[in-house]
């Protein structure tokens, strides 16, 4: 209640001057939840200054470490990227959607570089992400932690984090 009673004056604000590039986020949290161990999936997709698409979920199954659960997280990403990518082709053209993510292993894993024995355990319906890559449905970019909008999704921020994350997707006072 007091998140609610302290952004009622807050709205969702959109700026001619943002960035017109569609761009997403994903980012995930390892085993976040005390109860299940079970990781929080996060993303974000905007343009011209704020948020169109976000979601937050509980993963379906328990991730057996930091990379695999950023995967799984980067495979919901891509889901839905790919349905905007479709919308977006008819309406501006936009033909690969960009998608950062701050961890590198699960970059490397999607582009298949970093493939073996140790990640032969992550289910194979997340791998669709390593064809959508190679389809140029989406393109992978790393970004450092600090910079990552989606952590508001995943970890409680320090007031100051949380204030610029709002500011990313564009809610203003």
């Known amino acids: 209640m007091r998140f ?12 001619r001057a943002g960035d017109p590039q569609f761009t997403g986020y994903t980012d995930a949290d390892w085993g976040g939840d005390p109860t299940n161990r079970k990781s929080t999936t996060g993303y ?22 930091s990379c695999e659960a950023e995967f799984v997280a980067l495979s919901r990403t891509t ?23 701050d961890n590198q292993s699960a970059i490397c894993i999607a582009q298949n570089e970093g ?7 992550v289910s194979i319906r997340y791998h669709f992400v390593k064809d959508s890559l190679e389809r140029g449905d989406v393109a992978l970019h790393y970004i450092p932690t600090q910079q990552q909008p989606a952590d508001g999704f995943t970890k409680v921020l320090p007031k100051q984090k949380n204030e610029a994350f709002r500011r990313y997707l564009g809610i203003v006072n």
Not at 81 to 96: D, H, N, P, S, V
Request: with cysteine; aromatic share 10%; charged share 20%.
């Open 4 to 15: 609610l009673k302290g952004t009622i004056d807050h709205r969702l604000e959109y700026n």
């Open 44 to 65: 974000i997709f905007s343009t011209m200054g704020g948020a169109v698409s976000w979601n937050v979920k509980r993963q379906p199954s328990v991730a057996l470490s």
């Open 79 to 101: 889901q839905e990227a790919l349905w905007w990518k479709q919308l977006l082709q008819e309406i501006k053209g936009q033909r690969t959607i960009p998608i950062f993510c």
């Open 115 to 121: 493939f073996n024995s140790k990640t032969k355990h």
